[in-house]
Structure formats: structure tokens, C-alpha cells
């Protein structure tokens, strides 16, 4: 038995909602949201009430997206997501350096800590490690979790 496999590049008679948002790259929500302004032309439904649309529906909805004029003729600005965070989160220093974390921890008054005692802290806090987490963050929570155990 031979399975067949269709090209996403070639036009399909209907695709689902999931798909057209697929295609469009944006969520069901905001897709919705275009089609309730009539940015969108809004799915056909099947006998069975489920949403659909035919081809010259997407090639529409596509037309849209690419010039910026939605099927209503209105212009119409999407917003693009960037491949990068806006704000990158800040890389804390390793697992075994502590030293600017124990510092920290000594300005907000927590004194006579040990830098085995911040590492097991942070270990506490963090089993997984500490990578992509915010300084800030990290410092807040091992902070709080030093108060708890009545160290510092």
C-alpha cells in the first residue's frame, strides 16, 4: 500500500481553519479577529457545520496578507514577529562561579554566606541549572529561599 503525500505549495479544493492560519502565520485567535473586521473572508461550513475554505477563498486570504489590502479592500497592517527576543535574557554567570550572585546577595543584607551555601541555593532553586534564566530573577529567588531556611 502506497501512502500519497501532497505538496503544501499546491492548491488544495478546501483546508481547515488550522491550516488557513498555517499558511497565514498567525493564531486562530487573531485570525478571527481580521475576519470579524473583513480582513479575512470568514470560513464556508460543510453539512456537518465544521469551517472550511475553498481555494479561491485562500488565494484571497493570501492576496490579503501579502499586499496589506484585506478582502474588503481596507489597508491593513500586520504586525511581524521577530526571530529574536526584543529582550534578551541575560546569561548568569555559570554553575560553579557565584561570586557576583553572592555579592549581590551580601548587598541586600544577607550576611556571613558562604559561596557552598549560594551554590546549593541555587541548586535548590534551579535543579535544572540557571541557563536562560535572569539575573534578576535568579538573584529574587535564591534571595527568598535563603530567608526560608533562615540562612543569612
Excluded at 29 to 57: D, E, I, M
Excluded at 67 to 81: K, T
Aim: include cysteine; charged fraction near 25%.
Amino acid at each position: 500500500m502506497t501512502v500519497k503525500t501532497t505538496n503544501d505549495n499546491q492548491p488544495k479544493a478546501a483546508i481547515t481553519v488550522s491550516r488557513m492560519c498555517s499558511k497565514l502565520g498567525m493564531s486562530r485567535s487573531q485570525f478571527y479577529w481580521h475576519v470579524k473586521r473583513g480582513t479575512f473572508h470568514a470560513p464556508l461550513r460543510l453539512s456537518n457545520g465544521r469551517p472550511y475554505f475553498n481555494a479561491s477563498q485562500v488565494e484571497d486570504n493570501l492576496k490579503a496578507r501579502e499586499l496589506g489590502i484585506g478582502v474588503n479592500g481596507e489597508y491593513v497592517l500586520f504586525y511581524e514577529r521577530s526571530e529574536t527576543p526584543t529582550h534578551p535574557k541575560a546569561t548568569p554567570a555559570s554553575k560553579a562561579d557565584h561570586s557576583g550572585l553572592l555579592e549581590s546577595l551580601q548587598t541586600l543584607g544577607l550576611n556571613g554566606l558562604t559561596t557552598k551555601q549560594v551554590a546549593e541555593a541555587v541548586d535548590a532553586c534551579y535543579p535544572k541549572g540557571t541557563s536562560g534564566e535572569d539575573e534578576n530573577d535568579i538573584l529574587r529567588t535564591v534571595f527568598r529561599h535563603l530567608k526560608r531556611s533562615g540562612i543569612g
